[in-house]
T-cell receptor
């Protein structure tokens, strides 16, 4: 079993829809949770960064962490064609200066006109 | 802020040659830099972690003599793929973390390596 599970998609939605992206994880020591957006042939871009459980909102994006269920989500409101990309969840245990990120496989999102 | 650059963005080389990839943090000092490899439609796989002025820590299964990492300054790390073979063809991405900014990693744009 992988430490972080993420549905690879592809997920296709019409413009304006609300998108829900999810990851589950097995390591209860993870404390920091991130969502990255990666366009084709580009490096990942940090979208959201959260610590512990709860919600965090930034514009059209909302990140949600439920540590009791080991489940994290990213919601995108009013989705746009420019949101079409692969979304990667990542998480880490804070173990000092060299703490590592564990990534999900990424979900490919396609927002259609 | 938090911009990371990589050079070159793509490279094609012959089998048996060595290739050097540079990773620079442009507007912050990176206490730690990470090197990842990403195959098509797969996630990022961590290859190694490097701290400025010390030897890199390699992940299990990554050959340290084949993937040489040097982190000579707080803004520059290099990855050298020695004696490259076609199976080394991949997308190599670095990331950098600034001290005091928690676990946030800022990624470079990646380098696509094709070994003929």
């Amino acid at each position: 079993q992988k430490e972080v599970e993420q549905d690879p998609g592809p997920l296709s939605v019409p413009e304006g829809a609300i998108v829900s992206l999810n990851c589950t994880y097995s390591n209860s020591a993870f404390q920091y949770f991130m969502w990255y957006r990666q366009y084709s042939r580009k490096g990942p871009e940090l979208l959201m960064y959260t610590y512990s459980s709860g919600n965090k909102e930034d514009g059209r994006f909302t990140a949600q962490v439920d540590k009791s269920s080991k489940y994290i989500s990213l919601f995108i409101r009013d989705s746009q064609p420019s949101d079409s990309a692969t979304y990667l969840c990542a998480m880490s245990q804070f173990t000092g200066t060299a703490s590592k990120l564990t990534f999900g496989t990424g979900t490919r999102l396609q927002v259609t006109l | 802020g938090a911009v990371v650059s990589q050079h070159p963005s793509w490279v094609i080389c012959k089998s048996g040659t060595s290739v050097k990839i540079e990773c620079r943090s442009l507007d912050f000092q990176a206490t730690t830099m990470f090197w990842y490899r990403q195959f098509p439609k797969q996630s990022l796989m961590l290859m190694a972690t490097s701290n400025e002025g010390s030897k890199a820590t390699y992940e299990q299964g990554v050959e340290k003599d084949k993937f040489l990492i040097n982190h000579a300054s707080l803004t520059l790390s290099t990855l050298t793929v020695t004696s490259a073979h076609p199976e080394d063809s991949s997308f190599y991405i670095c990331s950098a973390r600034a001290g005091g900014r928690g676990n946030e990693q800022f990624f470079g744009p990646g380098t696509r390596l094709t070994v003929l």
